[in-house]
T-cell receptor, first 114, second 112 residues
Framework: EAQVTQNPRYLITVTGKKLTVTCSQN?????MSWYRQDPGLGLRQIYY???????DKGDVPEGYKVSRKEKRNFPLILESPSPNQTSLYFC?????????????FGPGTRLTVT | AQSVAQPEDQVNVAEGNPLTVKCTYS??????LFWYVQYPNRGLQFLLK??????LVKGSYGFEAEFNKSQTSFHLKKPSALVSDSALYFC??????????FGKGTRLHILP
């Protein structure tokens, strides 16, 4: 089954404790992206990647890191989480070299930073 | 700056009536435009897209959208609403740098 998986689905942590949210896709998609969803603000792009070893900042990259060492994986790293990073996070992937850009989304990770 | 606007936070429609969810955009170059739907406690699902060609695009679940270049709009439509269409709808645009910009979302309520 074609899918994007994220882990963990729920996470409660404390300020300053480094964490990683994993994202994996099995569709051989070139494009991968992380978004955060906050009430009244819609989805905002954090980082995106056009292919292995290529990453770019989205609209809200501050406080986040990503890496793309393999095509299928695109982890999101919070080196020192803060309460304003409490949010619902979505990973997505898309095929782009056929001109599609239709994104497939993971189920989401609800993060709470206390 | 590139942007997407969904001017209505919420749209209420009676079941069986036509529905429209509005979206306008600002992006340089030729836009790639998308609609996604989010059901409660779920991730987003792709509905339809416009990249080039016919201005009227058809998508999943009977939805369609019309690209209007002069009005920079990409409104989502359906001829006859179902209660099961109740969800949060997002318009999105790809900019020239391959960023994807989403609108803030419109909550659609279909009233039985």
């Amino acid at each position: 089954e074609a899918q994007v998986t994220q882990n963990p689905r729920y996470l409660i942590t404390v300020t300053g404790k480094k964490l990683t949210v994993t994202c994996s896709q099995n569709m051989n998609h070139e494009y991968m992206s992380w978004y955060r969803q906050d009430p009244g603000l819609g989805l905002r792009q954090i980082y995106y990647s056009m292919n292995v070893e290529v990453t770019d900042k989205g609209d809200v990259p501050e406080g986040y890191k990503v890496s793309r060492k393999e095509k299928r994986n695109f982890p999101l790293i919070l080196e020192s989480p803060s309460p304003n990073q409490t949010s619902l996070y979505f990973c997505a992937s898309a095929r782009i070299y056929s001109g599609s850009y239709e994104q497939y989304f993971g189920p989401g990770t609800r993060l709470t930073v206390t | 700056a590139q942007s997407v606007a969904q001017p209505e936070d919420q749209v209420n429609v009676a079941e069986g009536n036509p529905l429209t969810v509005k979206c306008t955009y600002s992006v340089s170059g030729n836009p790639y435009l998308f609609w996604y739907v989010q059901y409660p406690n779920r991730g987003l699902q792709f509905l339809l897209k416009y990249i080039t060609g016919d201005n009227l695009v058809k998508g999943s679940y009977g939805f369609e959208a019309e690209f209007n270049k002069s009005q920079t709009s990409f409104h989502l439509k359906k001829p006859s609403a179902l209660v099961s269409d109740s969800a949060l709808y997002f318009c999105a645009v790809r900019d020239g740098d391959d960023k994807i910009i989403f609108g803030k979302g419109t909550r659609l309520h279909i009233l039985p």
